[in-house]
């Protein structure tokens, strides 16, 4: 399937969940009068969710930035920025967040940044971005059994699937990532099969490169697993980037002036939500989200503001990131097609 029929069948498929989540969520709601309550809630405070959101985007280039320079890979600070909401777009119009770093390698090939680094790079990042939701969820599975029960009651069984998901996913990514000898043999056995198939052609120059991106592969994971003391900051960084965007409730819930939960449960509950549909085929939790928030947060914004925090908080935190991160690939995009025709 070409790259064009794959992007027209994702825009359809997150219109068609958008628009049956707003009808899900919106029915028999009177939205003159959310409109209304979202416009009590303090811009100062919402500003500061719009910013957590900006963090959010930065820190992954940061952490780009800090990784290349580790191997030795010039890429500007801005470049990296780019490379980070190009990500995030698509991870947020994809299911699964699957088309995210795909579009990164793509770009960052267009940099003459060597595929396999990037590849590397970019899955020490997954890893590291996953870990911290599994640590999250393992921790509140085992020690926080009493804010489960209150809280996620009527959802658990979400719960237990996304964190089984999150788990299987860290410890197939941490194999190929440091067993290199393994992701080579599976890299070598995909192209047989294709070629098996008459997908692919029986091509020994095909061979040869693969071989040799695999060992640069294997070069560059070797450099990282002998570098461990990279993997902590990198997850140190990771763990700050996710609290920034968890927060994002947090202030929704000053915003309305809300008082009596504190901020670290507000935060661990919207961890939860991320446990919960990171891993679904659903392009940015679109639906899951929404319902698990209006779900989990019923004790704790009540009156009528349980659904304007709903709009607030998830308009913040996955359409801001969306319409800002959609800008910057813009930009990129125009960027590299001015660079290929030479004006």
Not at 39 to 65: N, Y
Not at 170 to 184: D, G, R, V
Request: proline letters at 3%.
């Amino acid at each position: 399937m070409s790259s064009k029929k794959k992007n027209i069948l994702n825009a359809v498929f997150l219109l068609i969940v958008f628009f049956l989540t707003i009808y899900s969520v919106f029915k028999g709601e009177d939205l003159s009068d959310i409109a209304d309550t979202i416009t009590e809630a303090s811009p100062v405070f919402l500003i500061l969710g719009v910013s957590c959101v900006v963090f959010f985007i930065w820190a992954e280039s940061a952490i780009l930035h800090y990784l290349f320079g580790t191997l030795h890979v010039k890429a500007k600070r801005r470049t990296c920025f780019m490379y980070s909401a190009i990500g995030f777009f698509f991870s947020c119009i994809t299911p699964s967040a699957g088309g995210g770093q795909p579009a990164q390698v793509y770009y960052m090939r267009k940099n003459m940044i060597p595929v396999p680094v990037a590849t590397v790079v970019l899955m020490v990042v997954t890893i590291t971005y996953k870990s911290v939701l599994v640590i999250a969820g393992c921790l509140l599975a085992v020690f926080g059994r009493g804010m489960l029960d209150r809280y996620l009651y009527e959802v658990m069984p979400v719960f237990y699937l996304g964190l089984t998901l999150n788990v299987v996913f860290c410890l197939a990514m941490l194999i190929l990532a440091f067993h290199t000898s393994l992701a080579k043999n599976i890299a070598m056995k995909l192209l047989g099969f294709l070629v098996r198939l008459h997908i692919l052609k029986d091509k020994p120059s095909r061979t040869e490169r693969l071989t040799l991106t695999m060992d640069h592969y294997n070069e560059t994971a070797l450099y990282l697993r002998q570098h461990k003391e990279v993997l902590v900051r990198v997850t140190l960084l990771t763990f700050c980037q996710r609290i920034a965007l968890f927060s994002v409730t947090y202030f929704v819930y000053k915003a309305f002036g809300l008082r009596g939960t504190h901020a670290a449960t507000l935060i661990l509950l919207q961890s939860t939500i991320s446990i919960s549909a990171d891993m679904l085929p659903l392009p940015g939790g679109m639906g899951i989200s929404e319902h698990l928030f209006l779900t989990i947060f019923d004790p704790i914004f009540y009156g009528d503001l349980l659904l304007p925090a709903m709009v607030l908080s998830r308009g913040i935190a996955y359409y801001v990131q969306l319409l800002f991160s959609a800008a910057v690939t813009l930009g990129a995009h125009i960027l590299v097609d001015r660079r290929q025709k030479g004006t």
